[in-house]
């Protein structure tokens, strides 16, 4: 058996990223608030970065005067983040019992206040496991979606449990009598009921429960004439049960929840800012904290350590200082790149919808997509898309998102933007007869005659984007 050696040659073109372009791509895509964390970050980790001596606060050792505790209290940002056992004085004994307090939310879940609800209740502690096995089942819309069978067959099998589909039922009609009324509501239909049955019993109530108990399809499609027919009830009479119908929550489980997803979502921090003088020109200007950062004068390439006396040792320093000051030279350069690469695509964006900045008129935004800020500033597609994505712009009309900026052309050949035919849908709907709403033929013909000639499908896909509903789903009595 031979063995046989062979060497071949292959061509092959790769693109690979620079470690320095790979963090210019993620500084880029940084919000404000994130850039800030990622500068503190940095500020804390890297030994050779330092903010520079302009923006730092100078103290000479004869005006210093601090004591150590006044210096421990100084290094927290504000009073709010100073922990309290630095603030209270602890005069007692060794032997006493000093409780540090916490801070706790204070806005109970869905499932926490059903919990206190039934521990009110006289429930002996089978049917409290059961309850709270029903209430983690319960979706985010308060609904419960599973069948008594199937909660009791996964006690059996999870909990080791012995229950009976007729004792998860039992307890269910439990749960379905808390607070929000409709909670543990199997759809829609049977949600509306149940919060129905709390109101006091009136006409209106009464009309009401029939209309959703009995013709709940006909309600959904909104055919008010067969409604009214086939309840034998005039149109003052049918507005008012709707009306009873509409101030019901479709979504009970929500009403606990809305609080924390709006404390939970990210604040909209503008970072470019764009000014207009008198004699109208533009002035771009970036927003954000961040400090002027420089090399620490004690990572200069002679800064060795004097107890290096081998020179074995005097390599080592010099290669760890060479390290940390390219560490911290090349997060300089990036976020430099960063700033002025956001700045330049804002300015060319300002440049471009000039009129729109002057005027804060929507209907003056030109059509602009990224290659003609490509253009205009040289960069990639993929750098003007991360540089505009979850940025925001202050101008003296509002607060605008970059990408609010970039809008097609419907039409190759025409010079018509989305944001004026969105503008001329939304007015044609806001003249419309709510007894009679407009189909999307009829609004795209009444565009045509504006001047606006797009078909009936692009009619649908900005009515959706505003989301506005169709014609049949938008009439009222």
Known sequence: MEHKLQQQQDL???????????????????????????????LDEMPALEVAD??????????????????QLADYGNDDDIPSYMLDAHNHSVNDTYYTPTAANDE?????????????????????????????????NGYLNRTPEAIANDMTFTESMEVDAAEVSQIIDIIRSLDPPGVAAVDLRDCLLLQLN??????????????????????????????????????????AAIGVISHLNPKPGNQLNDSAIENSARQ????????????????????????????SQSFNLDATSASATTPRQRADDATFIRSRRDEALAFIKTLQMRQSTL??????????????????DETRL?????????????????????????????????????????????????????????????????????????????????????????ARRTVAKY???????????????
């Open 12 to 42: 092959r073109q790769l693109q690979r990223l620079t470690p320095m372009q790979v963090q210019f791509v993620r500084m880029l895509e940084m919000t404000g608030p994130e850039l800030e964390s990622e500068v503190n970050r940095a």
């Open 54 to 71: 302009n923006q730092a606060i100078a103290t000479s050792n004869d005006d210093f005067k601090e004591t150590a505790e006044q210096v």
């Open 108 to 140: 109970p879940t869905l499932a926490e206040d059903l919990t206190d609800q039934l521990k009110e209740m006289s429930l002996t502690e089978r049917q409290l496991t059961i309850a709270k096995y029903i209430i983690g089942n319960l979706d985010s």
């Open 198 to 239: 709390r109101r006091q019993p009136s006409v209106e109530v009464i009309t009401a429960r029939e209309i959703i108990n009995h013709y709940f399809d006909l309600f959904s499609r909104k055919h008010y004439d067969k409604l009214a027919e086939q309840l034998g009830i005039d149109a003052d009479r049918l507005t």
């Open 268 to 295: 909209i921090v503008p970072e470019l800012q764009v000014e207009i003088d008198s004699d109208n020109n533009l002035t771009v200007s970036l927003l954000n904290n961040i400090p002027d950062l420089v090399l």
């Open 343 to 360: 700045l330049n695509v804002m300015t060319a964006i300002a440049s471009f919808q000039r009129d729109f900045f002057i005027s804060g």
């Open 366 to 454: 030109r059509p602009m997509i990224l290659r003609d800020i490509a253009a205009m500033t040289g960069y990639d597609l993929s750098v003007i898309s991360r540089a505009t994505a979850a940025k925001y712009v202050i101008a003296p009309s509002g607060i605008y998102p970059l990408k609010f900026f970039f809008n097609d052309r419907p039409l190759a050949d025409d010079d018509v933007t989305t944001h004026q035919i969105i503008d001329a849908i939304q007015s044609i709907l806001a003249q419309e007869d709510k007894r009679s709403p407009l189909p999307d033929e009829n609004i795209a013909e009444m565009l045509s005659e504006k001047g606006f000639n797009i």
């Open 463 to 477: 009515r959706e984007r505003l989301g506005v509903p169709v014609a049949r789903l938008r009439k009222t009595i």
